[in-house]
């Protein structure tokens, strides 16, 4: 059973910047899709980023051009870099991996933004 750990939520004033990482127990590179997910209180979860192998990374209309997905297969790590942060980004942020047939989430990271 693969693990998938996130860290570097926090508290952020509007504006300000966060790097979430998702460490993972796995060899990522064998996931065809990556991505970042997040939940905010008491709305559905929804795709923030996603990089599915051969292509390129999608993001949500609400991030774009502010949010920024990267992987570093050698230490089986994805980043969520987020500037320009809006209180709107308020959420639990989940980290995601995939392919045919397996699926695994980490319990996800909190991430504030006041206004």
């Known amino acids: 059973q693969a693990q998938l750990v996130e860290s570097g939520g926090g508290l952020v004033q509007a504006g300000g910047s966060l790097r979430l990482s998702c460490a993972a127990s796995i060899n990522m590179s064998r996931f065809a899709v990556m991505a970042w997910y997040r939940q905010a209180p008491g709305k559905q979860r929804e795709l923030v980023a996603r990089?599915?192998?051969?292509?390129?990374?999608n993001y949500a209309d609400s991030v774009k051009g502010r949010f920024t997905m990267l992987r570093d297969n050698a230490k089986n790590t994805l980043y969520l870099e987020m500037n320009s942060l809006k209180p709107e980004d308020t959420a639990v942020y989940y980290c995601?991996?995939?392919?045919?047939?397996?699926?695994?989430w980490g319990k996800g990271t909190l991430v504030t933004v006041s206004s």
């Open positions: 995601n991996v995939a392919r045919v047939g397996v699926d695994y």
């Open positions: 990089f599915i192998t051969g292509g390129s990374t």
